[in-house]
């Protein structure tokens, strides 16, 4: 089935749901920055605009832009923001 997930106060939506592979999410993201945790060891890629992702081993931010995607590490805080509306999909495996 599908859940529907809010952060941030509403400014991270994101719509959940199993595949045969395991979870998937879509989101949107407005302007700003956001903390999270990882659910699982994840395949984050952007949809629309430009999301900056700082991962804990990294002391600078990186930008990924529509098509590029980054691997999320199991059970860690990460930051991501953006100065636009952006769009993004996260895939568990």
Avoid: R
Wanted: hydrophobic fraction near 45%; aromatic fraction near 16%.
């Amino acid at each position: 089935m599908f859940e529907v997930i809010e952060y941030h106060n509403g400014l991270v939506k994101c719509l959940s749901f199993e595949t045969e592979d395991g979870q998937a999410v879509i989101g949107v993201m407005a302007p700003g920055e956001f903390e999270f945790i990882s659910a699982g060891n994840g395949y984050f890629t952007v949809i629309s605009g430009i999301i900056f992702i700082m991962l804990p081993s990294h002391l600078v931010w990186k930008p990924y832009k529509p098509y590029e995607t980054i691997i999320i590490p199991t059970d860690i805080k990460y930051k991501v923001k953006c100065s636009a509306n952006a769009s993004f999909k996260l895939i568990y495996q």
